[in-house]
């Protein structure tokens, strides 16, 4: 396999969109965290935030922005050294220009792990960067047939489908028990089953989430500081700016001028 580009945690402005009448001249897939707009044959259809969407060798790419919104994803563009490899990857029959909606964090995390091997000097990394993407072809081809049979949803699925929502839309006001509800959990059992699935409780990940919004306005916008603070969830500055500092270790005005310096 060989691995074109990859890139990971990328989020464009709400003008973002691609237009590659001829396609990009190999495979293509995308890992969407936001709700955005896919043409197939003419036709647009919305997707949802955590979405998965692989583009086949030599069709259109066309695909944006929903209006007024960010475009967040992660991607790899791909390609077969063989006949016999690309047949090996059609015979996965995997859904090819269909959208899946799925938990993303493993499989951003494999493609985190591919870029890190494509540009590291590890004598292995083209074998461990084609493993983490069959790894990802795997998962992609589980979950497109649990949905093809009605297969129930795990409570990882469900949780995570609450975690993507956090991450999507990260100014929504949420407590324990209210996302409790709506996954169908007592507040104990939904706080014991997030911490055991992602590692920290709601309220951390529910910060983490707003903090990291917060980073991309002051880093692509000019918008107010205090007017970021109210548009990533918070009813307080103070309470921003504390919190801002203790995943950054900067106040937001530094972070600000971080960015601003980097050529």
């Known amino acids: 396999m060989i691995i074109n580009n990859v890139g990971f945690d990328h989020c464009h402005d709400a003008d973002f969109f691609i237009d590659r009448p001829e396609g990009s001249g190999d495979y293509l897939l995308l890992l969407v965290r936001t709700p955005a707009v896919f043409e197939i044959d003419g036709r647009e259809m919305l997707t949802p935030a955590g979405t998965v969407f692989i583009y086949p060798k030599g069709r259109p790419q066309r695909y944006r922005c929903v209006p007024l919104n960010v475009f967040e994803n992660d991607w790899v563009h791909f390609d077969f050294e063989s006949f016999a490899e690309e047949e090996e990857f059609r015979n996965m029959e995997l859904p090819l220009e269909t959208p899946v909606p799925m938990p993303l964090e493993f499989l951003s995390y494999c493609v985190k792990s591919i870029a890190y091997e494509r540009y590291s000097d590890n004598p292995c990394r083209a074998k461990s960067a084609e493993l983490f993407m069959k790894l ?19 409570q990882y699925e469900l949780i995570s489908t609450v975690r993507n929502k956090i991450y999507c839309r990260p100014y929504e006001q949420r407590t324990v028990d209210s996302t409790a509800h709506e996954v169908r959990m007592s507040r104990s059992a939904f706080q014991h089953a997030y911490k055991k699935h992602f590692g920290m409780t709601f309220i951390e990940d529910l910060v983490r989430s707003r903090v990291s919004y917060a980073k991309m306005l002051l880093s692509t916008t000019n918008m107010n500081i205090n ?37």
């Open 136 to 154: 990802m072809f795997i998962k992609i081809k589980e979950k497109n047939q649990n949905s093809i049979s009605g297969r129930r949803s795990t």
């Open 227 to 263: 007017d970021i603070s109210a548009s990533s969830g918070y009813h307080s500055y103070v309470h921003f700016a504390r919190q801002f500092k203790e995943q950054t270790g900067y106040t937001p005005s530094e972070f600000r001028r971080s960015t601003q310096n980097v050529t």
